[in-house]
């Protein structure tokens, strides 16, 4: 986690409490997708019920809708359970966002993703450990180093993302793995095609 003392700015989240419109469309289109990856694991919980994984899709600039924090364990989401990430400040690690749920805490390396290109439309983050070691530095891999939630990884997932390869291996957070894509279904496609290769 982040600390203070060790230089890092903790993560701060400015929620708004309200409902926020999202079209049946949007929803099914997340619910598919969630729904599949949360099936074969990819999305859950250890057994300690701390939930991991985390889907999202572009809204307008870029202000995304995301899977709200401690929503891992879920088996089937509903329209509460979902969040929209209004604004954000990479280096402050802030994000405001807008729901009945908050925005998961790994928003910010969705945030990251859009940003890096606006043709970019949907984001998944999984955690899979046999993926995460067989991919980890064969396929693009953020350093080591760079702490997870810290404005250090956001630069280096801009990096990697400009290669477009469609997946990044988070060498700082064990077993997580990023993919993105013009849609959710392309983003889901990327993850399943390395899935099905280990
Ligand atoms: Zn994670």
Not at 33 to 53: E, Q, R, S, T, V
Not at 62 to 67: C, E, M, Q, R, T
């Given at each position: 986690?982040i600390k203070h003392?060790e230089g890092y700015i903790k993560f701060n989240?400015?929620?708004?409490?309200?409902?926020?419109?999202?079209?049946?469309?949007?929803?099914?289109?997340?619910?598919?997708?969630?729904?599949?990856?949360?099936?074969?694991?990819?999305?859950?919980?250890?057994?300690?019920?701390?939930?991991?994984?985390?889907?999202?899709?572009?809204?307008?600039?870029?202000?995304?809708?995301?899977?709200?924090?401690?929503?891992?364990?879920?088996?089937?989401?509903?329209?509460?359970?979902?969040?929209?990430?209004?604004?954000?400040d990479i280096d402050e690690n802030l994000?405001?966002?807008?729901?009945?749920?908050?925005?998961?805490?790994?928003?910010l390396?969705?945030?990251?993703?859009?940003?890096?290109?606006?043709?970019?439309?949907?984001?998944?983050?999984?955690?899979?450990?046999?993926?995460?070691?067989?991919?980890?530095?064969?396929?693009?891999?953020?350093?080591?180093?760079?702490e997870?939630g810290t404005p250090e990884?956001?630069?280096?997932?801009?990096?990697?993302?400009?290669?477009?390869?469609?997946?990044?291996?988070?060498?700082?957070?064990?077993?997580?793995?990023?993919?993105?894509?013009?849609?959710?279904?392309?983003?889901?496609?990327?993850?399943?095609?390395?899935?099905?290769?280990?």
């Amino acid at each position: 986690m982040i600390k203070h003392d060790e230089g890092y700015i903790k993560f701060n989240i400015k929620w708004e409490e309200k409902a926020f419109d999202l079209s049946l469309y949007d929803f099914q289109n997340l619910n598919t997708c969630h729904d599949k990856l949360y099936n074969i694991g990819l999305i859950g919980a250890y057994p300690n019920l701390i939930g991991f994984g985390n889907i999202s899709i572009r809204a307008t600039g870029n202000k995304f809708i995301i899977s709200g924090s401690a929503t891992g364990n879920i088996k089937q989401l509903s329209e509460k359970d979902y969040s929209l990430v209004t604004k954000y400040d990479i280096d402050e690690n802030l994000i405001h966002c807008e729901g009945l749920t908050k925005a998961s805490s790994e928003s910010l390396s969705h945030a990251a993703v859009y940003e890096s290109n606006p043709e970019i439309k949907a984001v998944i983050h999984i955690h899979h450990l046999e993926m995460w070691e067989k991919y980890i530095h064969n396929l693009p891999t953020t350093n080591k180093n760079a702490e997870f939630g810290t404005p250090e990884i956001a630069d280096e997932m801009k990096k990697l993302v400009i290669q477009n390869s469609g997946i990044l291996i988070m060498g700082g957070h064990q077993e997580g793995i990023i993919s993105y894509g013009k849609s959710i279904n392309e983003a889901e496609e990327i993850i399943l095609t390395y899935f099905n290769k280990i």
